[in-house]
């Protein structure tokens, strides 16, 4: 395959094509472009804004050249006056020099659908007389990505507010129940002490045969086996103690000896004893390898 020749500036001209090339450029452009003179007068369209134009109800042949477009927008009326003043006003500024760039966004819907357009509003560089550049771009996918973002910001908002009032509700449900369940307990914590143990231990002080005497045991340890699983709460257990016995718990539980808790309570070391005896059995650890000090401290 020969060489191809390669193109040189010589080749090109680009001072002869200079105006051809700026207008294939700004016609391949999306964005609807007018340049603008110092009095805010059209002196030049591209493809995408007469397009635009034509299929908003404009003639294909309608010629903007030497429309004033700063006294089309101030002669705006409507919801959309607002934004066309702005733009209006924020043209004069770059016109006179006071800054060389604006930029604003706004909504441009129809009766079907909706739609937004980013204009940007530049001066040409080193150019006399003074010209203005207008871009409009399509900018509606954008901001449905940006609305849809936002609603869905919204119904996770009002998601985790549901969420927390619910899990609000569900904590109260549960203390109640936490409430209800140790208000049970402890009903039947007291009925058996003071409706069942009182002739339990009535039985046991009468002669009874071997048969009943053997009942009357199993009852009592199937008894204990009910309100076992109950006194794992101290405060539960405290319905079935003592006064003499809550005390002697509280000094096991700070780890104290019999012998110190005999010289504290001013009561003998065999009573201290029998308190731990007695209290192993109301707590079903009778005949256990379980420490009495550690069950306690396990107590809630």
Not at 188 to 211: A, H, I
């Amino acid at each position: 395959m020969k060489n191809q020749p390669q193109e040189t500036t010589a080749d090109i001209g680009p001072l002869s094509f200079s105006e051809e090339l700026a207008r294939a450029v700004i016609d391949s452009l999306s964005a609807h472009i007018a340049i603008l003179d110092k009095n805010g007068v059209i002196l030049e369209t591209n493809r995408a804004w007469n397009t635009y134009s034509f299929k908003n109800g404009m003639p294909e042949d309608f010629d903007y050249k030497g429309i004033n477009y700063l006294e089309v927008c101030n002669a705006s009326t409507g919801e959309d006056a607002s934004d066309a003043h702005n733009i209006a006003e924020g043209i004069r500024q770059i016109i006179q020099g006071h800054t060389r760039e604006f930029l604003f966004d706004y909504p441009c819907h129809s009766q079907d659908s909706k739609h937004w357009y980013y204009m940007r509003a530049i001066r040409m560089s080193d150019t006399k007389p003074v010209r203005v550049i207008i871009s409009h771009e399509d900018i509606t996918a954008l901001k449905l990505v940006e609305e849809a973002l936002r609603e869905s910001r919204e119904e996770l908002k009002e998601q985790k507010q549901s969420l927390e009032e619910a899990n609000i509700a569900l904590k109260v449900l549960i203390k109640h129940r936490e409430n209800d369940k140790l208000e049970l307990e402890r009903n039947v914590l007291t009925n058996v002490k003071e409706l069942v143990l009182p002739y339990v231990e009535k039985l046991k002080g009468v002669p009874l045969k071997p048969r009943n005497k053997t009942l009357v045991e199993i009852i009592e340890n199937h008894l204990k086996d009910i309100i076992s699983p109950l006194l794992q709460k101290f405060s539960n257990a405290q319905i079935i103690l003592t006064p003499q016995e809550i005390k002697v718990v509280a000094l096991i539980k700070d780890g104290k000896s019999s012998k110190e808790i005999a010289d504290i309570l001013n009561i003998s070391e065999t009573t201290v004893n029998f308190h731990r005896k007695n209290l192993r059995k109301k707590f079903g650890l009778k005949n256990r390898q379980i420490n009495l000090r550690s069950y306690l401290m396990s107590m809630s």
